[in-house]
């Protein structure tokens, strides 16, 4: 199975500050369509989840701009450029170019 | 505005069955690969299962397959997870979502499964 890593596995952030994640993969997550198939949620308290980025750095609609994804290969990086309030929650990559898709271990984001 | 609602989860003793449903609403779901994705009380997410737009094709991971079983009715828009032989390890909320390779385009609310005697 392929392994998703995240680091950090905790992230405090003061508000209006910048936030990155990381997610490395076992494999390269390019698949034989020529597509990389890495996905990011986030989870807010008590909620479901929510697909934030798609194919490494496609926004989801309503997805606020200050949310970037980018990488290549078996490394990829999740980017707030300033933190709100309602960012507060837990970040999952997730691979979906092998079998099984394999999630990362989340990230909790927190404002210190 | 697209709709997806679990419902079937329930107390259950180790060794036993439950069947998941998912009924689906505002988008064309008899176009769209399904999944199941479960989450542990505390825990992290973990892919379940998923199937193609016509139900021909399922796969599932080694921790599920041969105990699990997706299927879905397009006539009534509803995805299905039959759940067999569970132990405690399998005791989460069960959310479905639609898609299979960008997973997770839209997600239900998921569905409390427990497993204990």
């Known amino acids: 199975d392929v392994v998703v890593t995240q680091s950090p596995l905790s992230l405090p952030v003061s508000l209006g500050q910048p936030a990155s994640i990381s997610c490395g993969s076992s494999q390269s997550l390019v698949h034989s369509d020529g597509n990389t198939y890495l996905s990011w949620f986030q989870q807010r308290p008590g909620q479901s989840p929510r697909r934030l980025m798609y194919k490494v750095s496609n926004r989801d609609s309503g997805v606020p701009d200050r949310f970037s994804g980018s990488g290549s290969g078996t490394d990829f990086t999740l980017k707030i450029s300033t933190v709100e309030a309602e960012d507060v929650g837990v970040y999952y990559c997730m691979q979906g170019t092998h079998w099984p898709r394999t999630f990362g271990q989340g990230t909790k984001v927190e404002i210190k | 505005e697209v709709q997806l609602l679990e419902s079937g989860g329930d107390l259950v003793q180790p060794g036993g069955s439950l069947r998941l449903s998912c009924a689906a609403s505002g988008f064309p779901f008899n176009n769209y690969y399904m999944s199941w994705v479960r989450q542990a009380p505390g825990k992290g997410l973990e892919w379940v299962s998923s199937i193609n737009p016509s139900g021909g094709v399922t796969y599932y991971p080694g921790s599920v397959k041969g105990r699990f079983t997706i299927s879905r009715d397009n006539s009534m828009n509803t995805l299905y997870l039959q759940t067999n032989s569970l132990g405690v390890e399998d005791t989460a909320v069960y959310y479905c979502?639609?898609?299979?390779?960008?997973?997770?385009?839209?997600w239900g609310q998921g569905t409390l499964v427990t497993v204990s005697s």
């Open positions: 979502a639609t898609g299979y390779k960008n997973m997770g385009g839209y």
